[in-house]
DNA sequence: CATTGTCTCCTACATCTGTAGAATCGTCAA
DNA sequence: TTGACGATTCTACAGATGTAGGAGACAATG
């Protein structure tokens, strides 16, 4: 649903066509799907072509990420620590992610 | 929803009286929950005391849990590096999280 | 101006989820 | 058996989300 943060700014039918093919929704479907992310303020027209419209997100990619992993954090009891391991357990951490988690931490200095 | 997994198996009663007083749900919403939960198969029914049923959750939270991070990494492209990096910056994920992380990576040695 | 193609707007339907009242059923006590 | 109390079952409604058809608006073309 959110596939039009790689495209940046565009147009329904823009969006619409870069959706895979399979299973591919239809053209008035991603146009309520973009009307409702601007009931929501997720997007926003920016401007007008013609007659169609140009989206543009409004909340970046990053925001949206930030968001749900707070939410997936408050489902932990707000601890890191069972996710970490979790990320460990499943391979999907590697050594190397660690060790610049560690200096991250250890170059910031202003946490906590 | 989920906070039956305190309990362990537990009757609806039960279940909705350990609920927060605060904005508590009615009974019945509290069984509808149930009976949806048991339709999907993450919960079932473990016996019947007396009229009432005892819920017993079929998938535990740790479960529960690992599908959410992976469904989160999935939004991350499957990596988990920019979730930690995340973490870190808002301050939930300590140095001493990070230390155990590492030993734990090297301890097992069988990842990738 | 009429035609055609595209886009938006309005409306609609299905499912999921949260919420809960009404009716019914079952159990326990007298 | 009858009454009371609590649990289950049935039904319903609202909001969010995914899906999409039909009607109308608007631009390009002849």
Redesign the interface.
């Known amino acids: 649903m959110e596939a039009l943060w790689e495209l940046g700014a565009a147009s329904v039918r823009e969006i619409q066509e870069r959706l895979p093919a399979k299973g591919r929704p239809a053209h008035t479907t991603v146009q309520t799907i973009l009307t409702r992310l601007e009931a929501k303020q997720a997007v926003r027209r920016a401007k007008k072509i013609s007659n169609a419209y140009i989206y543009e997100p409004v909340v970046t990619r990053g925001a949206t990420?930030?968001l749900?992993?707070?939410e997936?954090?408050a489902?932990?009891g707000?601890?890191?620590?069972?996710?970490?391991?979790?990320?460990?357990e499943?391979?999907?951490?590697?050594?190397q992610?660690?060790?610049?988690?560690?200096k991250?931490?250890?170059g910031?200095g202003k946490?906590?």
């Open positions: 990420q930030r749900l992993v707070d997936l954090l489902f932990f707000g601890r890191a620590a069972p996710l970490v391991s979790h990320l460990i499943s391979g999907q951490l590697t050594l992610d660690v060790e610049e988690a560690r991250a931490l250890k910031d946490h906590g």
